[in-house]
């Protein structure tokens, strides 16, 4: 089972980025994904989650009504969209899933917001 994350980059504040996290070895369908981001000297911290059916998706308050999360089964691959970016929002996005109470996580992928 791998998870590739990408998509992230530079951006100013106010712009938009969509992170991917694209998964091999394992159907998406079933399990709920998470994402998750580091910022240096910080630990890291839950942002989002997207159940296995889409129907149901978490945010975290520090993210919420900007971000969201959309599932594509058929492309096997979980997006993050994320707009009105704040240079708070710099950090490493991992994407995340547990199967059988193992965790998997993507290799991250860096946002960097400018102020």
């Known amino acids: 089972v791998q998870l590739q994350a990408f998509g992230g980059g530079l951006v100013q504040a106010g712009g938009s980025l969509r992170l991917s996290c694209a998964a091999s070895g394992v159907t998406l369908d079933y399990y709920a994904i998470g994402w998750f981001r580091q910022a240096p000297g910080k630990e890291r911290e839950g942002v989002s989650c997207?159940?296995?059916?889409?129907?149901?998706?978490y945010y975290s308050d520090s993210v919420k009504g900007r971000f969201a999360l959309s599932r594509d089964n058929a492309k096997n691959t979980v997006y993050l969209q994320m707009n009105n970016l704040i240079p708070e929002d710099t950090a490493v996005y991992y994407c995340?899933?547990?199967?059988?109470?193992?965790?998997?996580w993507g290799q991250g992928t860096q946002v960097t917001v400018s102020s």
């Open positions: 995340n899933m547990v199967i059988r109470n193992r965790n998997y």
């Open positions: 997207i159940s296995s059916s889409g129907s149901s998706t």
